[in-house]
Protein backbone atom coordinates (compact mmCIF):
# COMPACT_ATOMS: atom_id res chain seq x y z
CA UNK A 1 0.00 0.00 0.00
CA UNK A 2 0.98 3.76 -0.77
CA UNK A 3 0.16 7.01 -0.38
CA UNK A 4 -2.06 8.16 2.82
CA UNK A 5 -4.11 10.61 4.28
CA UNK A 6 -4.94 11.65 7.49
CA UNK A 7 -7.37 13.18 9.98
CA UNK A 8 -6.93 14.25 13.17
CA UNK A 9 -3.60 12.54 13.10
CA UNK A 10 -4.78 8.67 13.43
CA UNK A 11 -5.16 5.53 11.20
CA UNK A 12 -5.18 6.82 7.95
CA UNK A 13 -6.85 5.26 5.29
CA UNK A 14 -4.97 2.47 3.62
CA UNK A 15 -4.40 3.32 -0.48
CA UNK A 16 -3.88 0.85 -3.27
CA UNK A 17 -0.70 1.03 -5.17
CA UNK A 18 -2.88 0.78 -8.23
CA UNK A 19 -6.30 1.89 -7.99
CA UNK A 20 -8.75 0.42 -10.29
CA UNK A 21 -12.55 -0.31 -8.78
CA UNK A 22 -11.98 -1.78 -5.06
CA UNK A 23 -11.68 -5.29 -4.17
CA UNK A 24 -14.16 -7.53 -2.28
CA UNK A 25 -16.48 -10.69 -2.38
CA UNK A 26 -16.79 -12.58 -4.95
CA UNK A 27 -20.33 -13.49 -6.20
CA UNK A 28 -22.41 -15.63 -8.10
CA UNK A 29 -23.28 -15.02 -11.37
CA UNK A 30 -26.76 -12.79 -12.01
CA UNK A 31 -27.23 -12.37 -8.64
CA UNK A 32 -23.86 -11.23 -7.26
CA UNK A 33 -23.84 -10.71 -3.47
CA UNK A 34 -27.51 -10.37 -3.17
CA UNK A 35 -27.97 -13.21 -1.20
CA UNK A 36 -25.10 -12.61 1.27
CA UNK A 37 -26.34 -8.87 1.26
CA UNK A 38 -29.99 -9.74 2.78
CA UNK A 39 -29.71 -12.96 4.32
CA UNK A 40 -27.14 -11.45 7.22
CA UNK A 41 -26.09 -7.81 6.19
CA UNK A 42 -24.32 -7.54 9.51
CA UNK A 43 -22.52 -10.80 8.62
CA UNK A 44 -22.06 -9.71 5.20
CA UNK A 45 -20.63 -6.13 6.09
CA UNK A 46 -18.00 -7.44 8.98
CA UNK A 47 -16.99 -9.40 5.44
CA UNK A 48 -16.82 -6.17 3.66
CA UNK A 49 -14.70 -4.94 6.07
CA UNK A 50 -11.87 -7.26 5.90
CA UNK A 51 -11.05 -5.97 2.55
CA UNK A 52 -10.26 -2.79 3.37
CA UNK A 53 -11.54 1.10 3.52
CA UNK A 54 -13.36 1.09 0.04
CA UNK A 55 -15.14 -2.63 -0.85
CA UNK A 56 -16.73 -3.24 -4.22
CA UNK A 57 -19.31 -5.64 -4.56
CA UNK A 58 -22.55 -5.89 -6.62
CA UNK A 59 -26.21 -6.01 -5.09
CA UNK A 60 -28.87 -7.33 -7.76
CA UNK A 61 -27.49 -5.99 -10.82
CA UNK A 62 -26.23 -2.77 -9.63
CA UNK A 63 -21.90 -1.76 -8.95
CA UNK A 64 -21.78 -1.32 -5.31
CA UNK A 65 -18.88 0.29 -3.10
CA UNK A 66 -19.16 0.20 0.99
CA UNK A 67 -17.12 2.90 2.75
CA UNK A 68 -16.13 2.13 6.25
CA UNK A 69 -13.70 5.01 6.97
CA UNK A 70 -14.36 8.55 8.66
CA UNK A 71 -12.04 10.51 6.21
CA UNK A 72 -13.39 8.98 3.28
CA UNK A 73 -17.30 9.16 4.87
CA UNK A 74 -16.38 13.12 5.24
CA UNK A 75 -15.20 12.96 1.56
CA UNK A 76 -18.46 11.50 -0.14
CA UNK A 77 -21.07 13.71 2.16
CA UNK A 78 -18.76 16.96 2.65
CA UNK A 79 -15.68 17.33 0.63
CA UNK A 80 -17.28 15.93 -2.62
CA UNK A 81 -20.81 16.12 -1.55
CA UNK A 82 -21.90 17.90 -5.24
CA UNK A 83 -20.23 14.69 -6.88
CA UNK A 84 -22.50 12.34 -5.41
CA UNK A 85 -26.30 12.55 -5.38
CA UNK A 86 -29.32 10.34 -3.28
CA UNK A 87 -29.59 6.52 -3.95
CA UNK A 88 -32.10 4.60 -2.21
CA UNK A 89 -31.95 0.88 -2.72
CA UNK A 90 -35.10 0.13 -3.39
CA UNK A 91 -36.47 2.99 -4.50
CA UNK A 92 -38.67 3.68 -1.55
CA UNK A 93 -38.60 7.18 -1.08
CA UNK A 94 -39.32 8.00 -4.71
CA UNK A 95 -42.81 5.68 -4.46
CA UNK A 96 -44.13 7.57 -1.58
CA UNK A 97 -42.81 11.27 -1.79
CA UNK A 98 -41.02 12.18 -4.76
CA UNK A 99 -41.47 15.82 -3.79
CA UNK A 100 -39.93 15.86 -0.41
CA UNK A 101 -37.40 17.01 0.93
CA UNK A 102 -35.73 13.85 2.13
CA UNK A 103 -36.04 12.89 -1.96
CA UNK A 104 -35.74 15.88 -4.02
CA UNK A 105 -32.34 16.82 -5.89
CA UNK A 106 -30.30 20.34 -6.96
CA UNK A 107 -32.07 23.50 -6.99
CA UNK A 108 -35.51 21.97 -6.11
CA UNK A 109 -33.75 20.63 -2.88
CA UNK A 110 -32.05 23.65 -2.10
CA UNK A 111 -35.48 25.70 -2.47
CA UNK A 112 -37.10 23.39 -0.25
CA UNK A 113 -34.23 22.95 2.26
CA UNK A 114 -34.21 27.03 2.39
CA UNK A 115 -38.13 27.22 2.88
CA UNK A 116 -37.54 24.61 5.82
CA UNK A 117 -34.63 25.48 7.58
CA UNK A 118 -36.17 28.23 10.14
CA UNK A 119 -38.91 25.93 11.33
CA UNK A 120 -35.82 23.85 12.95
CA UNK A 121 -33.44 26.47 14.08
CA UNK A 122 -32.75 25.91 17.65
CA UNK A 123 -35.11 28.91 19.11
CA UNK A 124 -37.64 27.30 17.23
CA UNK A 125 -37.40 24.08 18.32
CA UNK A 126 -37.22 24.65 21.72
CA UNK A 127 -40.75 26.27 20.91
CA UNK A 128 -41.72 22.88 20.86
CA UNK A 129 -40.51 21.42 24.21
CA UNK A 130 -43.69 22.37 26.66
CA UNK A 131 -45.74 19.98 24.07
CA UNK A 132 -42.82 17.10 23.84
CA UNK A 133 -42.89 17.31 27.62
CA UNK A 134 -46.49 16.88 28.22
CA UNK A 135 -46.78 14.30 26.05
CA UNK A 136 -43.96 12.70 28.07
CA UNK A 137 -46.06 13.11 30.97
CA UNK A 138 -49.46 11.87 30.13
CA UNK A 139 -47.34 8.53 28.86
CA UNK A 140 -45.68 8.35 32.15
CA UNK A 141 -49.12 8.91 33.95
CA UNK A 142 -50.71 6.13 31.90
CA UNK A 143 -48.27 3.50 32.83
CA UNK A 144 -49.55 0.68 35.65
CA UNK A 145 -47.14 0.00 38.14
CA UNK A 146 -45.50 -3.39 37.16
CA UNK A 147 -46.82 -3.16 33.81
CA UNK A 148 -45.26 -5.00 30.91
CA UNK A 149 -44.85 -2.83 27.59
CA UNK A 150 -44.03 -3.12 24.12
CA UNK A 151 -41.68 -0.66 24.10
CA UNK A 152 -41.34 0.16 20.36
CA UNK A 153 -45.38 -0.02 20.11
CA UNK A 154 -45.24 2.59 23.03
CA UNK A 155 -42.61 4.97 21.97
CA UNK A 156 -44.02 4.71 18.29
CA UNK A 157 -47.27 6.43 19.55
CA UNK A 158 -45.83 9.18 21.71
CA UNK A 159 -43.57 10.26 19.06
CA UNK A 160 -46.77 10.14 16.72
CA UNK A 161 -48.78 12.30 18.67
CA UNK A 162 -45.76 14.87 19.20
CA UNK A 163 -44.90 15.00 15.53
CA UNK A 164 -48.81 15.11 14.65
CA UNK A 165 -49.23 18.19 16.97
CA UNK A 166 -45.89 19.75 15.86
CA UNK A 167 -46.46 18.93 11.91
CA UNK A 168 -50.48 19.75 11.58
CA UNK A 169 -51.41 20.88 14.70
CA UNK A 170 -53.42 17.67 15.35
CA UNK A 171 -55.05 15.69 18.24
CA UNK A 172 -54.42 12.02 16.50
CA UNK A 173 -56.74 10.53 18.68
CA UNK A 174 -59.51 12.57 18.64
CA UNK A 175 -60.04 13.33 14.73
CA UNK A 176 -60.17 11.73 11.75
CA UNK A 177 -57.44 13.82 9.90
CA UNK A 178 -55.32 12.52 13.00
CA UNK A 179 -55.81 8.66 12.46
CA UNK A 180 -55.17 9.08 8.66
CA UNK A 181 -51.95 10.95 9.18
CA UNK A 182 -51.65 7.19 11.60
CA UNK A 183 -52.14 5.43 8.84
CA UNK A 184 -50.34 6.33 6.54
CA UNK A 185 -47.21 6.21 8.57
CA UNK A 186 -47.68 2.49 9.58
CA UNK A 187 -48.39 1.58 5.83
CA UNK A 188 -44.95 2.90 5.42
CA UNK A 189 -43.30 1.21 8.12
CA UNK A 190 -45.15 -2.02 6.66
CA UNK A 191 -44.00 -1.24 3.55
CA UNK A 192 -40.38 -0.61 4.09
CA UNK A 193 -40.24 -3.64 6.62
CA UNK A 194 -37.50 -6.09 5.32
CA UNK A 195 -38.78 -9.43 6.76
CA UNK A 196 -41.84 -8.75 4.42
CA UNK A 197 -41.52 -8.56 0.83
CA UNK A 198 -43.08 -5.45 -0.12
CA UNK A 199 -39.91 -3.49 -0.65
CA UNK A 200 -39.18 -4.94 -3.75
CA UNK A 201 -42.83 -5.15 -5.26
CA UNK A 202 -43.98 -2.21 -7.22
CA UNK A 203 -47.09 -0.61 -5.88
CA UNK A 204 -49.17 -2.03 -8.96
CA UNK A 205 -49.04 -5.24 -8.05
CA UNK A 206 -51.95 -6.38 -6.46
CA UNK A 207 -51.51 -7.79 -3.17
CA UNK A 208 -52.95 -7.14 0.25
CA UNK A 209 -50.47 -4.67 1.54
CA UNK A 210 -50.36 -2.79 -1.66
CA UNK A 211 -53.52 -2.27 -1.25
CA UNK A 212 -53.63 -0.97 2.49
CA UNK A 213 -50.59 0.75 1.21
CA UNK A 214 -52.82 2.76 -1.48
CA UNK A 215 -55.91 3.35 0.74
CA UNK A 216 -53.45 4.90 3.57
CA UNK A 217 -51.60 6.94 0.97
CA UNK A 218 -55.33 8.10 -0.67
CA UNK A 219 -56.31 8.92 2.53
CA UNK A 220 -53.30 11.15 3.74
CA UNK A 221 -53.09 12.92 0.43
CA UNK A 222 -56.82 13.69 0.75
CA UNK A 223 -56.09 15.08 4.67
CA UNK A 224 -53.30 17.46 3.92
CA UNK A 225 -54.83 18.84 0.86
CA UNK A 226 -57.68 19.36 3.02
CA UNK A 227 -55.85 21.12 5.72
CA UNK A 228 -53.73 23.22 2.69
CA UNK A 229 -56.40 24.31 1.05
CA UNK A 230 -58.96 25.22 4.51
CA UNK A 231 -56.07 27.17 5.54
CA UNK A 232 -55.93 29.01 2.50
CA UNK A 233 -59.65 29.13 2.94
CA UNK A 234 -59.29 31.45 6.24
CA UNK A 235 -55.78 33.36 5.51
CA UNK A 236 -55.45 33.57 9.11
CA UNK A 237 -52.04 32.97 11.05
CA UNK A 238 -54.28 30.61 13.74
CA UNK A 239 -51.84 27.87 13.32
CA UNK A 240 -47.68 27.61 14.40
CA UNK A 241 -47.05 24.28 12.92
CA UNK A 242 -44.62 23.10 10.71
CA UNK A 243 -47.05 23.20 7.50
CA UNK A 244 -47.92 26.65 8.40
CA UNK A 245 -44.79 28.27 8.18
CA UNK A 246 -44.42 26.20 4.89
CA UNK A 247 -47.35 27.93 3.81
CA UNK A 248 -46.29 31.15 4.55
CA UNK A 249 -42.68 30.65 3.40
CA UNK A 250 -44.42 30.29 -0.22
CA UNK A 251 -46.65 33.94 0.36
CA UNK A 252 -44.38 35.52 -2.22
CA UNK A 253 -45.48 33.35 -4.53
CA UNK A 254 -41.99 31.21 -4.45
CA UNK A 255 -42.74 28.88 -2.08
CA UNK A 256 -43.73 25.18 -2.24
CA UNK A 257 -46.18 23.83 -4.30
CA UNK A 258 -49.19 21.45 -3.02
CA UNK A 259 -47.44 18.65 -4.17
CA UNK A 260 -44.02 19.45 -2.37
CA UNK A 261 -45.62 20.32 0.85
CA UNK A 262 -47.36 16.80 0.84
CA UNK A 263 -44.60 14.91 0.11
CA UNK A 264 -42.20 17.29 2.61
CA UNK A 265 -44.86 16.68 5.53
CA UNK A 266 -45.23 12.76 4.90
CA UNK A 267 -40.86 12.63 4.29
CA UNK A 268 -40.93 14.69 8.13
CA UNK A 269 -43.88 12.40 9.32
CA UNK A 270 -42.23 8.65 8.33
CA UNK A 271 -38.17 9.80 8.98
CA UNK A 272 -39.01 12.01 12.04
CA UNK A 273 -41.70 9.42 13.85
CA UNK A 274 -39.86 6.13 13.72
CA UNK A 275 -36.55 7.37 14.11
CA UNK A 276 -37.21 8.91 16.92
CA UNK A 277 -39.07 6.08 18.79
CA UNK A 278 -36.25 4.02 18.04
CA UNK A 279 -33.68 5.85 19.89
CA UNK A 280 -36.34 5.56 23.12
CA UNK A 281 -36.47 2.01 22.63
CA UNK A 282 -33.00 0.93 22.28
CA UNK A 283 -32.09 3.87 25.42
CA UNK A 284 -34.57 2.37 27.50
CA UNK A 285 -33.46 -0.74 27.29
CA UNK A 286 -29.97 -0.43 28.13
CA UNK A 287 -31.25 1.67 30.99
CA UNK A 288 -32.87 -1.60 31.80
CA UNK A 289 -30.03 -3.55 31.59
CA UNK A 290 -27.70 -1.21 33.20
CA UNK A 291 -29.10 0.04 36.52
CA UNK A 292 -25.93 1.69 37.53
CA UNK A 293 -26.08 4.09 34.63
CA UNK A 294 -30.35 4.25 35.02
CA UNK A 295 -29.78 5.62 38.92
CA UNK A 296 -26.77 7.79 37.93
CA UNK A 297 -29.40 9.48 35.31
CA UNK A 298 -31.72 9.64 37.71
CA UNK A 299 -29.42 11.70 40.25
CA UNK A 300 -28.75 14.10 37.51
CA UNK A 301 -32.01 14.76 36.36
CA UNK A 302 -33.42 15.22 40.03
CA UNK A 303 -30.53 17.58 40.69
CA UNK A 304 -31.57 19.64 37.73
CA UNK A 305 -35.28 19.51 37.70
CA UNK A 306 -37.45 21.53 40.43
CA UNK A 307 -40.52 20.95 39.03
CA UNK A 308 -43.22 17.79 37.67
CA UNK A 309 -41.69 17.70 34.31
CA UNK A 310 -38.39 17.98 33.08
CA UNK A 311 -38.91 21.16 30.54
CA UNK A 312 -36.31 22.48 27.56
CA UNK A 313 -33.89 24.34 29.52
CA UNK A 314 -33.45 21.95 32.42
CA UNK A 315 -32.13 18.72 29.46
CA UNK A 316 -29.88 21.06 27.70
CA UNK A 317 -27.97 21.83 30.61
CA UNK A 318 -27.35 17.74 31.51
CA UNK A 319 -23.87 16.62 30.51
CA UNK A 320 -24.80 12.74 31.44
CA UNK A 321 -27.98 12.58 29.43
CA UNK A 322 -26.10 13.56 26.63
CA UNK A 323 -23.47 10.94 26.82
CA UNK A 324 -26.21 7.91 27.67
CA UNK A 325 -28.09 9.28 24.37
CA UNK A 326 -24.61 9.58 22.27
CA UNK A 327 -23.54 6.25 23.38
CA UNK A 328 -27.33 4.77 22.87
CA UNK A 329 -27.23 6.24 19.21
CA UNK A 330 -23.87 4.77 18.88
CA UNK A 331 -24.55 1.50 19.46
CA UNK A 332 -28.30 0.99 18.08
CA UNK A 333 -28.31 4.58 14.94
CA UNK A 334 -32.19 4.61 14.41
CA UNK A 335 -30.70 5.22 10.74
CA UNK A 336 -28.01 3.37 10.10
CA UNK A 337 -26.74 3.53 6.79
CA UNK A 338 -26.63 6.68 4.05
CA UNK A 339 -26.78 5.68 0.16
CA UNK A 340 -25.27 8.02 -2.40
CA UNK A 341 -24.41 7.46 -5.80
CA UNK A 342 -21.78 8.66 -8.13
CA UNK A 343 -22.83 11.53 -10.21
CA UNK A 344 -19.45 11.22 -12.51
CA UNK A 345 -16.12 9.40 -12.33
CA UNK A 346 -14.95 9.57 -8.62
CA UNK A 347 -11.70 8.97 -7.05
CA UNK A 348 -12.13 7.83 -3.70
CA UNK A 349 -9.35 6.05 -1.10
CA UNK A 350 -6.91 5.97 -4.14
CA UNK A 351 -10.15 3.75 -5.99
CA UNK A 352 -11.39 5.10 -9.74
CA UNK A 353 -15.49 4.48 -9.11
CA UNK A 354 -17.76 5.11 -12.47
CA UNK A 355 -20.56 7.13 -12.62
CA UNK A 356 -23.32 5.49 -11.44
CA UNK A 357 -21.38 3.37 -8.94
CA UNK A 358 -23.86 3.28 -5.79
CA UNK A 359 -22.35 3.68 -2.00
CA UNK A 360 -23.59 2.62 1.15
CA UNK A 361 -21.94 4.53 4.23
CA UNK A 362 -22.86 2.50 7.03
CA UNK A 363 -23.26 3.95 10.47
CA UNK A 364 -23.97 0.91 12.12
CA UNK A 365 -20.76 -0.74 11.13
CA UNK A 366 -18.38 1.88 11.87
CA UNK A 367 -20.01 3.13 14.60
CA UNK A 368 -18.60 -0.53 15.92
CA UNK A 369 -15.28 -0.20 14.79
CA UNK A 370 -12.59 -1.11 17.16
CA UNK A 371 -10.57 1.82 15.51
CA UNK A 372 -12.43 4.45 16.91
CA UNK A 373 -14.14 2.48 19.88
CA UNK A 374 -12.41 0.63 22.98
CA UNK A 375 -14.62 -2.37 23.32
CA UNK A 376 -17.15 -1.28 21.02
CA UNK A 377 -20.03 -3.34 21.85
CA UNK A 378 -20.20 -2.25 25.52
CA UNK A 379 -22.33 0.20 26.85
CA UNK A 380 -20.22 3.12 27.90
CA UNK A 381 -21.16 6.69 28.24
CA UNK A 382 -18.21 7.64 30.03
CA UNK A 383 -16.32 7.15 27.17
CA UNK A 384 -17.70 10.75 25.44
CA UNK A 385 -15.18 12.81 27.35
CA UNK A 386 -14.06 16.13 25.70
CA UNK A 387 -10.73 14.74 25.39
CA UNK A 388 -12.19 11.81 23.60
CA UNK A 389 -14.30 13.58 21.48
CA UNK A 390 -11.59 16.32 20.50
CA UNK A 391 -9.40 12.90 19.36
CA UNK A 392 -12.21 10.84 17.60
CA UNK A 393 -12.57 11.41 13.64
CA UNK A 394 -15.88 13.61 12.04
CA UNK A 395 -17.39 10.91 10.97
CA UNK A 396 -16.36 8.03 13.13
CA UNK A 397 -19.75 8.46 14.42
CA UNK A 398 -22.73 10.21 12.48
CA UNK A 399 -26.08 9.14 13.76
CA UNK A 400 -27.97 12.30 11.87
CA UNK A 401 -26.06 11.85 8.38
CA UNK A 402 -23.46 14.69 7.64
CA UNK A 403 -23.25 17.58 4.68
CA UNK A 404 -25.43 19.96 2.97
CA UNK A 405 -27.80 17.11 3.54
CA UNK A 406 -27.63 16.23 7.02
CA UNK A 407 -30.80 15.49 9.14
CA UNK A 408 -32.45 18.38 9.38
CA UNK A 409 -34.61 17.34 11.96
CA UNK A 410 -31.45 16.69 14.23
CA UNK A 411 -32.13 19.36 17.10
CA UNK A 412 -36.07 18.60 17.14
CA UNK A 413 -35.30 14.88 17.67
CA UNK A 414 -32.98 15.85 20.28
CA UNK A 415 -34.76 17.58 22.14
CA UNK A 416 -37.84 15.13 22.12
CA UNK A 417 -35.20 12.06 23.28
CA UNK A 418 -33.80 14.33 25.70
CA UNK A 419 -36.97 15.56 27.29
CA UNK A 420 -38.78 12.06 27.18
CA UNK A 421 -36.13 10.33 28.43
CA UNK A 422 -35.47 12.25 31.18
CA UNK A 423 -39.30 12.05 32.13
CA UNK A 424 -39.05 8.64 32.31
CA UNK A 425 -36.22 7.73 34.32
CA UNK A 426 -37.24 10.42 36.85
CA UNK A 427 -40.51 8.44 37.23
CA UNK A 428 -39.79 4.57 36.24
CA UNK A 429 -37.47 1.97 36.84
CA UNK A 430 -37.33 -0.52 33.87
CA UNK A 431 -36.64 -4.55 33.71
CA UNK A 432 -35.79 -5.92 30.46
CA UNK A 433 -37.67 -8.81 30.10
CA UNK A 434 -36.01 -10.54 27.04
CA UNK A 435 -33.78 -13.72 26.94
CA UNK A 436 -31.45 -11.90 24.39
CA UNK A 437 -30.54 -8.44 23.37
CA UNK A 438 -32.64 -6.72 20.93
CA UNK A 439 -32.47 -8.07 17.50
CA UNK A 440 -31.87 -5.15 14.91
CA UNK A 441 -33.25 -5.74 11.20
CA UNK A 442 -32.48 -3.30 8.15
CA UNK A 443 -35.63 -1.36 6.94
CA UNK A 444 -36.18 1.82 6.41
CA UNK A 445 -34.90 2.45 9.63
CA UNK A 446 -32.98 -0.31 12.55
CA UNK A 447 -35.86 -1.23 13.99
CA UNK A 448 -35.73 -4.46 16.32
CA UNK A 449 -36.76 -7.81 15.00
CA UNK A 450 -39.32 -8.41 17.85
CA UNK A 451 -41.00 -6.29 20.39
CA UNK A 452 -38.73 -4.85 23.02
CA UNK A 453 -40.95 -6.10 26.36
CA UNK A 454 -40.20 -4.07 29.31
CA UNK A 455 -41.50 -4.36 32.80
CA UNK A 456 -42.62 -0.58 34.34
CA UNK A 457 -42.36 -0.14 38.10
CA UNK A 458 -43.18 3.14 39.52
CA UNK A 459 -41.17 5.11 41.51
CA UNK A 460 -42.33 6.29 44.82
Known sequence: MSGQSTHHGHRPVERPDDGGFPPGPDGIP???????????????????ASYGDVVGYSVARQRMTTVLHPDLVEQVLVTDSDSYGKWDLSDFGTQFAPDGLLFTEGEQ???????????????RVRGYGDAMAGYARELVDGFDDGETIAANERFSALTMRILADSLFDLDVDGSEAGAAITRAAEALNERADPDGITTFVPTWVP??????????????????????????AADT???????????????????????????TMLTFLFAGHETTALALTYTTYLLAEHPDVADRLRREVDDAVDGDTPD?????????????????????????????????????????????????LPQFHIHHDERWFDAPGEFRPDRWTDEFEAQ??????????????????????????????ATLVRDCRFDYLGDEPPEPKMGATYQPREDVRLRVTKRD
Open 392 to 421: LPEYAYFPFGGGPRHCIGMRFATLELKLVL
Open 109 to 123: WREQRTQAQPAFQLD
Open 30 to 48: VLGNTLQFTSDPHAFYDEL
Open 312 to 360: TFDVFGLDYLDRVCSESMRLYPPAYVVFREAREDVELGGYELPADTKLT
Open 237 to 263: DEHDDLLAMLMRAGDDGQGMSDAELRD
Open 207 to 232: MPSNRRYKRAMEAFEETVDGLIAERR
